[in-house]
Every structure is written in C-alpha cells, then in structure tokens.
T-cell receptor, first 115, second 113 residues
Framework: ETGVTQSPTHLIKTRGQQVTLRCSSQ?????VSWYQQALGQGPQFIFQ???????GRGNFPPRFSGLQFPNYSSELNVNALELDDSALYLC??????????????FGPGTRLTVL | GESVGLHLPTLSVQEGDNSIINCAYS??????FIWYKQESGKGPQFIID?????DKRQGQRVTVLLNKTVKHLSLQIAATQPGDSAVYFC????????????FGAGTTVTVRA
C-alpha cells in the first residue's frame, strides 16, 4: 500500500450534478496530482497541486477544479457532470523539490458513475 | 493527444515463461520513463523507471530497456507468475511539462497456469 487514500470508493451521480472527491497524500509529500482513467484507457493528467497552488493542468475544461489544503490533502471538484465524466479518478502524491522528477504514489481511486 | 502508446493491448503468457511488454513514445524530450502495474480495483503501482541517459535497468525479476533511436521502451518480466496478471502501463515525463506523467493505453497480461 502507498499510504495515499481516496474517498469515496464509489459514487453515482446524475448529469448536471456536482461532485467532490478527496485525497489524502502520503505522509511527508507536498504535491498531489489528479488523473482521470476511463475504462480500458490509461490515466489522463487533470492537474497538479504543489503547496496549495495549481501547478500545471491537462486538457480538461474549467468545470474540473481543485484545492490543496495546508496538510497537503486535496479535493477534486467537477461541476455540471456529463456522462463522459464516468471514470476512475486517481490521485497521486509525491515529494517535489523543484525541477526534478520524483516518484508518484497512487491511491486506489474513486469510481464515478454518471447516469 | 497521447505521447506514448503500447504495441499490443493483450498478452497471454505461460506461467514460468518470460514476458515482454512494448511501448513506443513520440516525445524526444522525454526524460524519464516509468512502468506501472495496475491490478483490478487498485491504483497504478510503480514497477521500475529509467532515465533517458540509460539503456537498461534491472530490478527484481524485471528489466526495462530503452532505445532512444527508435523511441521504444520495453518491460521484461522473468519467470512470470500468476500474481503478474494485471494491466501494465508505460508513462513518460519530461522537464518541459514539469514532470507530469503521460500514460499509454496499457497492455493486459494474463498468466496461464
């Protein structure tokens, strides 16, 4: 186990609703990255938070937003849910020290189903 | 679009045989390449990584080979075991994107007893 936890495990929503997913990073890690994994696909980068600031964003619309808290845990918020938002949402934590690659540790994911 | 891709979506291998999983990438600026294993209901688990200035790196029962000339990456698993059944992803990252990970679509490995 990586020490990265996510909640809830599963979630069912309807189109147009809003959802908040949560991630607790591994102890000592200061960076959280969020990924969307559609069924049968590889994870796609949504955005990353480093020291409570967004630090890079993938090709996702503004209705995907996030937060990072002083304890480095993080939330992913999705507004106006669409059917295509159904996916496994993964968070990964890492210890970033600026400008170098560091290993990302993934949580088990939240399975979101939009009906 | 995706900058990495895997050659085959599925691989069936006899227990005890060696497995080879391939991956092609297109970003010549990629600096690190990582292999992940994802079991059903779990998040990706780090297996091994390799930096762009290396050609080969070995771990426990796994070897990663990098051919920068043809932008090709492979993962070799020795003496494949039933517990190796999973989806395997290659991912690449580079300083130009602040080391965000770009994943391929994955190869599903099934180990036959």
């Amino acid at each position: 186990e990586t020490g990265v936890t996510q909640s809830p495990t599963h979630l069912i929503k309807t189109r147009g609703q809003q959802v908040t997913l949560r991630c607790s990073s591994q102890s000592g890690h200061n960076t959280v990255s969020w990924y969307q994994q559609a069924l049968g696909q590889g994870p796609q980068f949504i955005f990353q938070y480093y020291r409570e600031e967004e630090n890079g964003r993938g090709n996702f619309p503004p209705r995907f937003s996030g937060l990072q808290f002083p304890n480095y845990s993080s939330e992913l918020n999705v507004n106006a849910l669409e059917l295509d938002d159904s996916a496994l949402y993964l968070c990964a934590s890492s210890l970033s020290s600026g400008g170098i690659y560091t290993e990302q540790f993934f949580g088990p994911g939240t399975r979101l189903t939009v009906l | 679009g995706e900058s990495v891709g895997l050659h085959l979506p599925t691989l069936s291998v006899q227990e005890g045989d060696n497995s080879i999983i391939n991956c092609a990438y297109s970003n010549s600026a990629s600096d690190y390449f990582i292999w992940y294993k994802q079991e059903s209901g779990k998040g990706p688990q780090f297996i091994i990584d390799i930096r762009s200035n290396m050609d080969k790196r070995q771990g426990q029962r796994v070897t990663v080979l990098l051919n920068k000339t043809v932008k090709h990456l492979s993962l070799q698993i020795a003496a494949t075991q039933p517990g190796d059944s999973a989806v395997y992803f290659c991912a690449e990252t580079s300083p130009s994107n602040d080391y965000k990970l770009s994943f391929g679509a994955g190869t599903t490995v099934t180990v036959r007893a």
